[in-house]
T-cell receptor
Framework: GDSVTQTEGQVALSEEDFLTIHCNYS??????LFWYVQYPGEGPQFLFR?????EKGSSRGFEATYDKGTTSFHLRKASVQESDSAVYYC???????????FGGGTRLTVRP | NAGVIQTPRHKVTGKGQEATLWCEPI?????VFWYRQTIVQGLEFLTY????????DSGMPKERFSAQMPNQSHSTLKIQSTQPQDSAVYLC???????????FGKGTRLTVV
């Protein structure tokens, strides 16, 4: 079945550091890939998506590029802020574009 | 737009009791989803409806769990004979249709004691 693996369970950075969260997927076909962010007491919020090889998704300074060759969709941000502290989830959509399969999540803590 | 509304936000039930969770999707959205979130299992898909019809319930436990969508403005998730392992945050979500941005509610935290 489909699966998503996020390598880092927790990441701790200082403000203005560069962020990378690694995401690799396993799925048949050509799934859409997503990043979601979750703040305490809230449901996950859509950040962005990409649907085809080499497509870059971006939002709020975060970006990721769909790489079918390495089955990856790594999240990056050049300069993090304390307000970026949250849990980030990589996800893939099924062929119908409905059901989402989430990775285990990465808790990002940014120190001021 | 108040977003996806879930009630109650917190629910405590005794083992063996029934729990009903409510969801009001965003007006006009045709796809409604239920997910479960736990520390151990993370975010898991349970079921989804499109235009009120059940489409995929592949994530629903076969016993004790059921979901309905009697009209376009609300959906319910019912758990019969609740067990401690059912304790989780249950998230409802909706989208205009499939393949579009999914909006999640704040969730209902269910605790079975």
């Amino acid at each position: 079945g489909d699966s998503v693996t996020q390598t880092e369970g927790q990441v701790a950075l200082s403000e203005e550091d560069f962020l990378t969260i690694h995401c690799n997927y396993s799925a048949s076909g050509y799934p859409a890939l997503f990043w979601y962010v979750q703040y305490p007491g809230e449901g996950p919020q859509f950040l962005f998506r990409a649907s085809r090889d080499k497509e870059k998704g971006s939002s709020r300074g975060f970006e990721a590029t769909y790489d079918k060759g390495t089955t990856s969709f790594h999240l990056r941000k050049a300069s993090v802020q304390e307000s970026d502290s949250a849990v980030y989830y990589c996800a893939l959509g099924d062929n119908a574009g409905a059901k989402l399969t989430f990775g285990g999540g990465t808790r990002l803590t940014v120190r001021p | 737009n108040a977003g996806v509304i879930q009630t109650p936000r917190h629910k405590v039930t005794g083992k063996g009791q029934e729990a009903t969770l409510w969801c009001e999707p965003i007006s006009g959205h045709s796809a409604v989803f239920w997910y479960r979130q736990t520390i151990v299992q993370g975010l898991e898909f349970l079921t989804y409806f499109r235009n009120q019809a059940p489409i995929d319930d592949s994530g629903m436990p076969k016993e004790r769990f059921s979901a309905q969508m009697p009209n376009q403005s609300h959906s319910t998730l019912k758990i019969q004979s609740t067990q401690p392992q059912d304790s989780a945050v249950y998230l409802c979500a909706s989208s205009w249709t499939t393949n579009t941005e999914v909006f999640f509610g704040k969730g209902t935290r269910l605790t079975v004691v």
